[in-house]
């Protein structure tokens, strides 16, 4: 007797087969307006990924994260390594409004912007189809082999590895500049490291893309695991209208709604029954919700037996607005993070200076002259070539008899995010000390004129 053909349930991962082999799913085609909006939605989202880098604002890159020069570029503004504090704020406003998102309408990222999906139900699925065939026509050529199926294959992962090779590229524009890429490209000549890391995401990305897809959700990322901790009863998820649906039955005749076509599940691309209830496994790609608008439309039945709805509107029928107090506390937590960012970025200076007191002995004498050493780090935190002054603050020395300073470089050349390291002097008369002081010193930036007023301690027996 044939074993019972497996179904999605709660208790097992539909993808991972009994003996631990993979379940390699052909998910159905579909149609209707959730699917429109999300390829309009995904192609929107192909161009901003893969030409973020490209766009500039300010003559700066939208989006770069030079890590030879340890500095990034974000909407224009740029922040070196000594402004990496800033990206906590980031970070953290990113992940609030990540739970905002969720908790109002549930794994709406997953479903409509994840790069994961973007490029897989955008790009790959697609192009399988065209190649492979539908769903059925899919298993039936799998099933059969031969020579129509070896060269639809080969010509398929013929494709997958040119495109993830060049989305290997464009994801590399993120962190090595276009124009440094425009002479890297296509060979990556005379530069093996980038050479390496672009074969090393091609490769990443075509086993992905081509083989790993739904897993990548169900085991690597860790926010579907997060999204029980972030939906409530009255957050928008897509599910399934058990009140109408049940008792399931084959056919039209009596019953609930659901005809147990199965049409929903067959276009999963995670492979769960969205009957069962929120799953983990759900990224919300609304593809149940066209499959069975589609069966109930053919039925004669209204739509939305699968749709967004609250739990709340799934059990009562009747949903809550969607500003809630657990909305209004993370909006409140994003503005103040916000404010905070914008804050510190305006406020930063276009170079920082750091004035430390040479390591050893505080001072030493010689020839009854009292001598500090201190050590100064430049930083220019543009990206242009800048010079920089060094002087005594005004009046800095007056009423002090004899304090001399020496500073071998007063006038300090930097490149774009460059830094120097250099060391200074000052003197006093063993005769004129009496307590330790502070003298200032100022760093000029000579484009934008903004001095910084540094202050170091004067030392003595
Ligand atoms: S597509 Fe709709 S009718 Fe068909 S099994 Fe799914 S819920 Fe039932
Ligand atoms: S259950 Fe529906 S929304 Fe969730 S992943 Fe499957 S098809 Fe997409």
Redesign the pocket.
Known sequence: MAAPKRTPDLNTVYTINDDGSRNMLQVADVKGRWTTRKYIMYGLLILVYVLAPWIKIGGHPMILIDIPKRAAYLMGATFTNQDFHLFFFVLIGMGVLLFIVTSLFGRVWCGFACPQTVFMEGVFRPIERIIEGRRLARIKRNKAGGFDKTWRKLLKHAIFIFLCWNFAIAFMCYFIPTREMLHLVPFFSGDTTALVWSLFWTGLLYFDYSWFREQTCLIICPYGRLQSTLVDYDTLIIG?DKNR?EP?HKGIEAGG?????????DVCPTGI???NGLQLECIGCTN?ID??D???DK?GKPQG??RFDSSRGFETGKSRPLLRPRFLIYAVVILALGALFVTRATKRESFQVVVMRSQGLPYSIENGVIRNLYTMHLQNKSDVEQIYFIRPADGALAGHEGVEYIIPQDRIVLEGFGDRQLTFFTMMPKSSYSLAEDFHFTFTDSTSGVTQDIKVRFRGP
């Not at 709604?257 to 599940?265: A, K, L, M």
């Open positions: 399934y649906g399931r709604d659901c005809i147990d076509c199965h049409r929903c599940v029954d969205i009957r149940c499959a069975c589609d069966i109930m039925i037996l699968v």
